[in-house]
Protein backbone atom coordinates (compact mmCIF):
# COMPACT_ATOMS: atom_id res chain seq x y z
CA UNK A 1 0.00 0.00 0.00
CA UNK A 2 1.39 2.98 -0.93
CA UNK A 3 1.56 5.76 1.66
CA UNK A 4 2.62 9.49 1.56
CA UNK A 5 2.73 11.70 4.31
CA UNK A 6 2.91 15.38 3.65
CA UNK A 7 4.87 17.83 6.55
CA UNK A 8 6.26 21.07 6.69
CA UNK A 9 3.34 23.20 6.17
CA UNK A 10 2.23 26.05 8.23
CA UNK A 11 2.25 30.45 8.56
CA UNK A 12 4.72 32.40 6.97
CA UNK A 13 4.98 36.09 5.80
CA UNK A 14 5.03 37.26 2.56
CA UNK A 15 8.92 37.05 1.28
CA UNK A 16 9.46 34.02 3.69
CA UNK A 17 10.46 30.59 3.03
CA UNK A 18 9.11 26.74 3.50
CA UNK A 19 10.31 23.39 2.90
CA UNK A 20 7.69 20.79 2.61
CA UNK A 21 7.97 17.22 2.81
CA UNK A 22 6.47 14.20 1.19
CA UNK A 23 7.71 10.80 2.93
CA UNK A 24 6.78 7.87 0.66
CA UNK A 25 6.58 4.23 0.66
CA UNK A 26 4.88 1.29 -0.26
CA UNK A 27 6.37 1.36 -3.59
CA UNK A 28 9.81 0.83 -5.44
CA UNK A 29 9.51 4.68 -7.02
CA UNK A 30 12.53 3.56 -9.70
CA UNK A 31 11.43 5.60 -12.79
CA UNK A 32 7.85 7.56 -11.31
CA UNK A 33 7.17 10.62 -11.46
CA UNK A 34 6.48 12.54 -7.76
CA UNK A 35 4.95 15.83 -8.30
CA UNK A 36 3.66 18.69 -6.07
CA UNK A 37 0.17 20.31 -6.80
CA UNK A 38 -1.76 22.76 -4.42
CA UNK A 39 -5.54 23.67 -4.29
CA UNK A 40 -6.26 27.59 -2.73
CA UNK A 41 -10.15 27.42 -2.04
CA UNK A 42 -12.41 27.53 -4.54
CA UNK A 43 -9.90 26.79 -7.40
CA UNK A 44 -9.10 23.55 -9.01
CA UNK A 45 -5.74 21.57 -8.06
CA UNK A 46 -3.22 22.83 -9.82
CA UNK A 47 0.08 21.18 -10.80
CA UNK A 48 3.35 23.29 -9.32
CA UNK A 49 5.95 21.18 -10.27
CA UNK A 50 7.34 17.13 -10.21
CA UNK A 51 10.67 15.64 -10.30
CA UNK A 52 11.60 12.41 -12.11
CA UNK A 53 13.15 10.34 -9.24
CA UNK A 54 15.50 8.27 -11.21
CA UNK A 55 17.00 11.00 -12.87
CA UNK A 56 16.23 13.85 -10.13
CA UNK A 57 14.97 16.12 -13.40
CA UNK A 58 12.53 18.54 -12.08
CA UNK A 59 9.81 20.47 -13.98
CA UNK A 60 7.92 23.56 -12.70
CA UNK A 61 4.58 25.52 -13.14
CA UNK A 62 5.63 29.34 -14.53
CA UNK A 63 3.99 30.76 -11.34
CA UNK A 64 7.03 29.30 -9.13
CA UNK A 65 9.72 29.05 -11.56
CA UNK A 66 12.72 30.71 -9.64
CA UNK A 67 11.53 30.61 -6.30
CA UNK A 68 10.52 26.66 -6.06
CA UNK A 69 12.56 23.85 -5.54
CA UNK A 70 12.06 20.08 -6.04
CA UNK A 71 14.72 17.82 -5.13
CA UNK A 72 14.31 14.23 -3.88
CA UNK A 73 16.50 11.93 -1.02
CA UNK A 74 16.66 8.37 -2.33
CA UNK A 75 17.86 6.58 0.89
CA UNK A 76 14.72 8.14 2.74
CA UNK A 77 12.33 7.77 -0.12
CA UNK A 78 11.48 11.75 0.63
CA UNK A 79 10.79 14.41 -1.88
CA UNK A 80 11.03 18.05 -0.57
CA UNK A 81 9.57 21.22 -2.22
CA UNK A 82 11.81 24.36 -1.13
CA UNK A 83 9.40 27.34 -1.56
CA UNK A 84 10.89 30.50 -1.43
CA UNK A 85 10.07 34.06 -1.94
CA UNK A 86 6.52 33.21 -1.15
CA UNK A 87 3.21 35.62 -2.40
CA UNK A 88 -0.02 35.51 -0.62
CA UNK A 89 -0.79 33.66 -4.05
CA UNK A 90 0.83 30.66 -2.66
CA UNK A 91 -1.75 30.11 0.17
CA UNK A 92 -3.18 26.75 -0.68
CA UNK A 93 -3.41 22.75 0.55
CA UNK A 94 0.22 21.64 -1.10
CA UNK A 95 -0.33 17.58 -1.72
CA UNK A 96 2.39 15.45 -2.98
CA UNK A 97 1.48 12.53 -5.68
CA UNK A 98 2.96 9.98 -7.37
CA UNK A 99 2.78 8.80 -11.18
CA UNK A 100 3.38 5.43 -11.12
CA UNK A 101 5.01 6.12 -14.93
CA UNK A 102 8.24 8.52 -16.31
CA UNK A 103 7.42 12.06 -17.02
CA UNK A 104 4.76 12.60 -20.07
CA UNK A 105 3.45 15.45 -21.19
CA UNK A 106 -0.06 14.32 -19.16
CA UNK A 107 2.38 14.70 -15.89
CA UNK A 108 1.02 18.48 -15.60
CA UNK A 109 -2.64 17.15 -14.79
CA UNK A 110 -3.68 15.92 -11.72
CA UNK A 111 -5.55 12.71 -13.38
CA UNK A 112 -2.24 11.40 -14.35
CA UNK A 113 -1.59 10.44 -10.97
CA UNK A 114 -2.28 7.28 -8.93
CA UNK A 115 -1.37 8.37 -5.08
CA UNK A 116 -1.83 11.15 -3.66
CA UNK A 117 -0.88 12.26 -0.19
CA UNK A 118 -3.31 14.24 2.58
CA UNK A 119 -2.04 17.54 2.03
CA UNK A 120 -0.38 20.43 4.31
CA UNK A 121 -1.60 24.08 4.84
CA UNK A 122 0.60 26.57 3.14
CA UNK A 123 -0.73 30.24 4.83
CA UNK A 124 0.96 33.21 3.37
CA UNK A 125 0.23 36.47 5.09
CA UNK A 126 0.84 40.07 3.32
Known amino acids: QVQLVESGGGLVQAGGSLRLSCAAS????????MGWFRQAPGKEREFVGA????????YYADSVKGRFTISRENAKNTVFLQMNNLKPEDTAIYFC???????????????????WGQGTQVTVSS
Open 26 to 33: GRTFGSDT
Open 97 to 115: AVQARPWGYSAKSSAAYDY
Open 51 to 58: IEWSGGIA
